[in-house]
């Protein structure tokens, strides 16, 4: 019978080729990242890649391995070696780099594994053994089931399963001096099992991606003393102004104390805790100031660096009254996108560390100061650069498939493992264990449970409430969608499960919005996705079939400066949701993904779709309306009604007037005379939309009079608005709100005080509304209404 090396050799045929990049499988898609256009074989992932634990022996063993494929054989033999001799028939073969999928691009193989398909590794691996120290493998991660194998014997004692977190393997005794081989053996089912697979599926569509199997972060070896350091925890307090350091020892116990030293601060010692005392005026961490202190922990001859940053992230009742986000005891509004992680030519895996700083510093310069980490854990290192960089991760656990049962231990089993691998790093403030009843989200019960569980397992952040829906607020079942709340189940009868206050937001998903939950006695309101705007840019598609697609995109997204403008006019609604109590909002999102095209960037990072600087200060116009509203108030004065029964409350023409129709000292006395609301009564539209005007031709233009007080207490104006489809008012001549598209019922749409204030003039005011039919129903009516300052 074949050995496995004799079966390596024989699938690795003379002549095979070198390695290069290949096409995506399915798509056929040859985009690439300029960091993806620069990987070799030499320079894939060099970097150590656990930044906390940091240890001084260590070797990487990513780079060109050998990888076969063959059928998911049922084996009758009870030998595991004769297992791998009768492994099945070899359907592919040749040299993978690692550590990328071996579906991606950068893999040099582009494969889709199927789940009746095992694929296998082989390298060998040189060892030079010291006594009274052990050699553990690490993985930083392998998607789905993984053995390892040292010659004929596996070294996992139980295969591991789950592709999003590290483990490791102590190989110390199935080695020997000089060369060994490494064998390791993959099974993935992608969503057809328990485990977490994230946005990954067998058919990509929509919002779900190509899936990607086996190794796809860094392999590395440590040499470590038997007593040793095997893992920490660090809690922080700024209020009192201690670090608390629990270390896990590994090995025999030692009469040896854990020796810290704080770079700057000081040393300390303890047996497994040690607390440190740090000085007065010790530096905060935060995105603005990323502070952060390193420090060397010993024990007997082991050593390891790691670093902590002093951070308090909470949520607390406001000046008057409302729950918001606090960082380091201020009120902190968390604004950024929806993150997905994914590259066209690694997948899950980045081309590089550059590119990871490269996504998160073009964030910081639009003036973000979160990312929503969707459906994915990054690689240790993604985390270290939002720790040093500053920038705030609330991150989601990643779904999976199966039935919620079957699968709802195993899911709680990787949550707990996720929490563990990334407890120590300061820049992730918030946990958000379901998405969207994505993965078999389990009933009111489950749900409860978990979250009320994760409250007390990681009391240093907070909990997102299930982002979007299924939520059971106040013991009812609810679906928050675009801002309606179903109650599905529930009513007077219904007793509150005890435990439905576990989270601490209340989140909602509105596409495109913005919008928020009301405030909420208990929970944060905080707007989970909202947004998606999408822009085709010719040359930067994944694939261009005419299938991409995004959140209402139109012709006045189709340029930087169109889309940059309909983006300000969400941040101006957002930052009125941000003075009234909205905690946070996550915008979709950083990147195109492969058929998606709603990102700040394009798919392969090379064209920022946005004006960065208009981004930035109206960033910076939503968070200081959030600290404003947490000191002052607002009181709301209509200024005039939507459904405005006066018959001559607009005027209203559908022949197209002159340049100047807009102007306050337009003559429109020829114009028609009618109440609110323009419509084709023909044509059903919404039960709000109430016909008073019939309105058949593609173009409206109307115009309106009224009064109101012009001061400095404006901070915002809100239309009350139902339009189908583009609109675009002015006020006094001064054009200050458009929108593309069209909405389904009223809406509230909000400018900034000032831009309102600028145009308003005392007395008399003219408002002047040009409404654009393109297909389907038509439908215009607004109301108006102002806010004021009050302290």
């Known amino acids: 019978m074949k050995t496995m090396a004799a079966l390596m050799a024989m699938v690795l045929v003379a002549g095979a080729s070198a390695w290069a990049p290949v096409p995506c499988p399915g798509s056929g898609s040859k985009m690439m990242t300029s960091w993806g256009e620069k990987v070799t074989p030499e320079n894939a992932w060099r970097s150590y890649p656990r930044p906390q634990m940091v240890r001084s022996q260590w070797t990487n063993l990513n780079g060109l391995w050998e990888y076969a494929i063959t059928s998911n054989a049922v084996y009758t033999s009870v030998s595991p070696w004769d297992k791998y001799e009768t492994c099945g028939e070899v359907v592919q073969k040749g040299e993978i780099l690692v550590p990328f ?16 398909e095992l694929l296998w590794y082989r390298r060998t691996l040189d060892v030079k053994k010291v006594p009274g120290t052990r050699l553990i493998l690490n993985f930083g991660a392998v998607d789905f089931r993984c053995q390892v194998f040292i010659g004929h014997n596996e070294v996992t004692d ?6 999003l977190v590290p483990f490791s393997v102590d190989v110390t005794d199935y080695v020997q001096d000089g ?67 629990r270390f896990d020892l590994a090995g025999s116990k030692t009469k040896d104390d854990v020796v810290v030293t704080v770079d700057g601060v000081g040393t300390f010692k303890g047996q497994d805790r040690v607390t ?96 929503r980490k969707h459906m994915k854990d990054e690689p240790a290192r993604y985390y270290h ?91 009812d079942f609810r679906r928050y969608a675009n801002g309606k709340s179903t109650v599905i189940r529930g009513g007077s009868g219904h007793k509150p499960f005890p435990q439905c206050e576990a989270a601490d937001a209340i989140d909602m998903h509105y596409y495109r919005g913005p919008s928020m939950h009301p405030v909420n006695p208990r929970r944060v309101s905080f707007l989970g996705e909202y947004g998606g705007l999408g822009q085709k840019v010719p040359g930067h598609m994944w694939v261009d079939n005419g299938k991409s697609w995004g959140y209402g995109g139109t012709s006045d997204t189709s340029t930087k400066d169109g889309l940059t403008k309909v983006y300000l006019g ?29 990102g700040y960037l394009t798919y392969d990072r090379k064209v920022l779709k946005y004006d960065a600087a208009k981004l930035a200060a109206a960033h910076r116009k939503v968070l200081e309306m959030a600290k404003l509203g947490a000191v002052y108030k607002s009181v709301t004065k209509p200024v005039f009604p939507k459904h405005d029964p006066d018959l001559k409350a607009w005027a209203y023409t559908t022949t197209e007037p002159s340049a100047n129709w807009m102007n306050a000292d337009f003559d429109d006395s020829t114009w028609m005379r009618s109440a609110g609301g323009f419509g084709d009564k023909s044509i059903s539209v919404h039960a709000q939309a109430k016909v008073m005007t019939p309105w058949t031709t593609k173009t409206l233009w109307v115009r309106r009079h009224f009064t109101c007080q012009k001061d400095e207490k404006i901070f915002a104006a809100t239309f009350d608005m139902f339009h189908d489809e583009d609109v675009t008012i002015y006020l006094n001549g001064v054009e200050i709100l458009h929108r593309t598209g069209y909405n389904q019922s009223y809406e509230p749409f909000t400018i900034q005080g000032d831009l309102f204030a600028a145009a308003l003039r005392e007395g008399d005011n003219v408002l002047a509304v040009k409404v654009v039919q393109t297909a389907g129903g038509q439908y215009f009516d607004t109301g108006l209404s102002v806010e004021r300052l009050e302290k």
């Not at 071996?102 to 009746?116: A, H, I, Y």
């Not at 139980?158 to 592709?163: A, D, F, L, S």
């Not at 053996?185 to 697979?197: E, F, I, K, Q, Y």
């Not at 899950?348 to 910081?364: G, Y």
């Open 158 to 163: 139980i295969p591991h399963e789950g592709g």
């Open 179 to 245: 060369a060994n081989e490494l064998i390791i053996c993959v099974w993935d089912p992608t969503n057809r099992s328990l485990g977490a697979c994230g946005k990954q599926v067998f058919k990509p569509s929509g919002c779900n991606y190509t899936r990607m199997s086996g190794i796809w972060q860094t392999v590395w070896t440590e040499t470590v003393p038997e007593s040793r350091i095997d893992n920490y925890r660090v809690v922080t307090d700024i209020d009192t102004g201690t670090v608390d350091i």
């Open 385 to 475: 650069l939002c720790d040093t960089m500053g920038l705030l991760v609330v991150q989601d656990m990643a779904a999976g498939g199966g039935d919620r049962n079957l699968r709802y231990g195993f899911y709680r089993r990787e949550f707990k493992e996720m929490v563990d691998y990334l407890y120590n790093f300061p820049s992730i403030v918030m946990w958000v264990p379901f998405n969207e009843n994505w993965g078999c989200q389990p009933g009111e019960f489950f749900t409860h449970n978990t979250l009320d569980w994760i409250r007390r397992y990681d009391p240093t952040r907070l909990v997102d409430g299930p982002s979007g829906w299924d939520d059971y607020e106040g013991g």
């Open 101 to 116: 999928a071996v579906e991606t691009p950068l893999s040099g193989v582009g494969r889709l594994l199927d789940p009746n």
């Open 276 to 371: 440190i005392k740090m000085p007065d005026g010790f530096r905060l961490w935060s995105p603005e100031t990323p502070n952060l202190y390193n420090f060397t922990a010993k024990y007997g001859s082991d050593e390891v660096r790691g670093y902590f940053g002093m951070r308090k992230f909470e949520k607390r009742a406001d000046a008057n009254g409302v729950l918001r986000f606090y960082l380091n005891n201020e009120p902190y509004f968390i604004l950024g996108p929806l993150d997905q992680g994914w590259w066209p030519d690694g997948f899950l895996t980045p081309p590089s560390e550059e590119a990871m700083a490269f996504d998160i510093q073009t964030l910081k310069d639009m003036g973000c100061n979160m990312m």
């Open 570 to 598: 969400l941040m101006d609604n957002l930052a009125t949701l941000a003075f009234k109590g909205l905690g946070g909002a996550v915008y979709t999102q950083t990147s195109d993904v492969e058929l998606e095209i709603n």
